[in-house]
């Protein structure tokens, strides 16, 4: 069994990958429960790691581009979302919300939370545009609260059931997690905060889309000529950095967007390589996280209720009018 997997695994780095996450997240908790500050440090940032790999190899996995079967693809999948929480929403609502992005050039989100922000007393939205001004990622704990309540909503009795029973499980996991010790369960909300708000920002900035809110994921999508072009145009490769690119691996190459769009299926290792191949070296929906921490910063809060991701400049300040993306993670699918 264990010879056939690995003939089925497309490239030996992701082997290492998928071994460091799975080794490097109980090691990360572990790290959390010694009496040592330096030990607990290491161990918020390597659980963060893990909880931020884990992420990606289930993106990986919705594109088929780790084992050569989908089943095997689903499972490492499944696997992977047992460690970050994503096991609550269906994986083959994840799985097929995250394509339709892909087929659709759209941002496809099953949970208008801009909406149900807007319907709230004011004095509740004001208090979540505070948390978010102090950098609190409150719109992608609501989106995760809402796979939970979905079920009681829309649902049947075996969804119910299904989300009742993971939440027992992990309930009991942290609990027991907070009888060893209460202190390692705070740092290990700090690393998970830490997971949300590197994702978020990753996903903030990949794309001028539309935003396509529909529960019903076979809900026919507007406007259906958007092409390649739009495609290229609208998508933004925001790399860690062009100098040192092997930095962009602490996001497993995430951040080679464009590249990933013109072949979705092609691992994660592969895409620098594609990248360099497709693009010239100043393309210009290169644009570097060190450029979009400043936009992040001051648009934290106006993005939040904002009705679009606003726009790129051609050239000056490119990135001072980009809003940005809230909500959009391929981990929520309601």
Same mark, same amino acid.
């Given at each position: ?25 109980? $090691? =990360? #908790? ?6 040592? @500050?330096? %030990?607990?440090?290491?161990?918020? /940032?390597?659980?963060? +790691? ?25 499972? $490492? =999948? #499944? ?6 929480? @994503?096991? %609550?929403?269906?994986?083959?609502? /994840?799985?097929?919300? +995250? ?124 406007d259906p000529r958007r092409d390649l072009r739009y495609e290229y145009e609208n998508t933004y490769s925001n790399l860690i950095t062009e100098r040192w690119g092997w930095l962009n691996l602490l996001v497993l190459n995430f951040p080679y967007h464009n590249a990933h769009h013109v072949r979705p299926s092609a691992p994660w290792h592969r ?63 309601v």
């Open positions: 069994m264990k010879a056939t997997l690995l003939r089925m695994l497309r490239g030996w780095p992701t082997f290492l990958i998928v071994a460091y996450t799975l080794l490097g997240w109980p $090691l =990360g #908790i572990w790290l959390l429960t010694r009496p040592d @500050a330096w %030990l607990n440090a290491l161990g918020v /940032l390597l659980s963060a +790691h893990t909880l931020i790999y884990s992420a990606y190899l289930i993106h990986d996995c919705a594109h088929h581009a780790i084992f050569s079967t989908r089943s095997a693809n689903d499972r $490492l =999948g #499944i696997l992977m979302s047992w460690i970050n929480g @994503a096991c %609550l929403a269906n994986y083959a609502r /994840l799985k097929k919300k +995250h394509l339709r992005h892909h087929s659709d050039r759209l941002d496809v989100v099953t949970f208008d939370y801009r909406a149900a922000l807007n319907r709230l007393p004011a004095s509740m939205r004001r208090g979540v545009l505070a948390l978010e001004w102090s950098y609190v990622p409150v719109v992608e704990l609501l989106m995760r609260g809402m796979i939970v309540a979905a079920p009681f909503r829309f649902g049947t009795v075996a969804d119910r059931i299904r989300v009742v029973s993971l939440l027992a499980v992990r309930a009991a996991f942290f609990a027991a997690l907070a009888f060893i010790s209460v202190k390692a369960l705070l740092l290990y909300a700090l690393s998970y905060v830490i997971f949300l708000t590197v994702l978020r920002f990753m996903d903030a900035f990949q794309h001028t889309y539309e935003v396509f809110a529909s529960r019903s994921l076979e809900a026919a999508a507007p895409l620098p390589a594609l990248h360099r191949t497709l693009y010239a070296e100043r393309d210009p929906q290169v644009i570097t996280c060190r450029q979009l921490l400043s936009s992040y910063h001051r648009h934290r809060v106006a993005r939040i209720l904002a009705e679009d991701y606003g726009t790129v400049a051609a050239s000056g300040d490119r990135v001072g009018g980009f809003l940005g993306a809230v909500g959009v993670s391929f981990l929520t699918a």
